[in-house]
């Protein structure tokens, strides 16, 4: 058996998740099931979890962080953080920044980061990445409605999507195959209308509304189902999260998965592994899922 390289000093099994989006959100509710039961059954010895949603659909900038460091040095003061885990890139400067100002040298862990975003890692981390764009929705699609000839996209607008910007680079190859009906930039009702009026040769890609052009927040499951109700062409989607709630399904990110292989990466620090030595690895967190009713 291998020998595990070990720190100078045992962590403390104290572990502080840094969550960009709402504790409210299916996607969260199940990441956080699948983390804090993975790590119930596999650590010998328990492991307390601290838990922090930044919301940064609805808060973000200078202002915003300053609030936060003052919030995170009252409420944590005096209590030893092990392991930081930061889930999504939009979360990462706020995590890595706080890890340096609050907690210098604690390692750093990140839970199912976009692949193109791992190119901007910060210092003293590890974790695991995913590969999936609009693309990966787009060959669905196409593999299983060959005859489409448009591609609807429905969801916040890609360039201020902190889950997806990504996408952005996707949108070039995808236009040289498919014509591109944009209604992400829509309100919910002119968004209904158009929904209901869509071509024949054309599909729905719904990747999430969390705001509307007119400042309203949803839970991105919720507004799929009356997406759904409106649009009169199939729908795919990019998240497990979202079948169930009207859409023919896709290749999904699984939150699930995400929340497991990041307990497993953090019970691999607390029990001495350095970040160090731990490469940042491609995770498998993709499933193709539908609806079969």
């Not at 340096?100 to 990140?110: N, Q, V």
Request: net charge positive; hydrophobic share 40%.
């Amino acid at each position: 058996m291998p020998t595990v390289p070990a720190t100078s000093q045992p962590l403390p099994r104290t572990v502080l998740l840094i969550d960009q989006g709402s504790q409210v959100r299916p996607w969260f509710q199940q990441l956080m099931s699948a983390f804090a039961g993975t790590l119930r059954a596999e650590s010998t010895t328990e492991v307390y979890v601290h838990v922090e949603n930044l919301s940064l659909d609805d808060f973000g900038g200078d202002n915003y962080y300053g609030s936060l460091r003052s919030h995170f040095r009252a409420k944590y003061r005096g209590k030893p953080i092990g392991v930081i885990v930061c889930h999504t890139s939009g979360a990462m400067p706020y995590a890595s920044r706080l890890r340096d100002e609050l907690w210098p040298g604690t390692p750093l862990i990140l839970a199912g980061i976009p692949a193109p975003e791992s190119r901007k890692l910060p210092a003293s981390a590890t974790g695991f990445t995913y590969d999936h764009g609009l693309r990966d929705t787009v060959d669905m699609v196409h593999a299983l409605v060959p005859d489409t000839k448009q591609i609807v996209l429905v969801g916040n607008r890609i360039a201020s999507d902190n889950w997806r910007r990504h996408y952005l680079e996707d949108l070039a190859a995808v236009g040289g195959r498919f014509g591109i009906i944009d209604l992400t930039k829509l309100p919910i009702a002119d968004l209904k209308q158009r929904l209901g009026k869509l071509p024949a040769d054309s599909v729905v890609a719904y990747f999430g509304i969390s705001r509307d052009v007119t400042g309203n927040s949803y839970i991105p499951a919720e507004a799929l189902r009356f997406v759904a109700e409106a649009s009169n062409r199939p729908i795919f989607v990019d998240a497990e999260t979202f079948v169930g709630s009207g859409a023919v399904g896709g290749l999904v990110v699984s939150p699930g998965k995400i929340g497991t292989k990041a307990a497993r990466l953090a019970l691999r620090v607390l029990n001495g592994e350095r970040v160090s030595d731990i490469p940042v690895a491609s995770g498998n967190v993709l499933t193709p899922m539908f609806d079969s009713r």
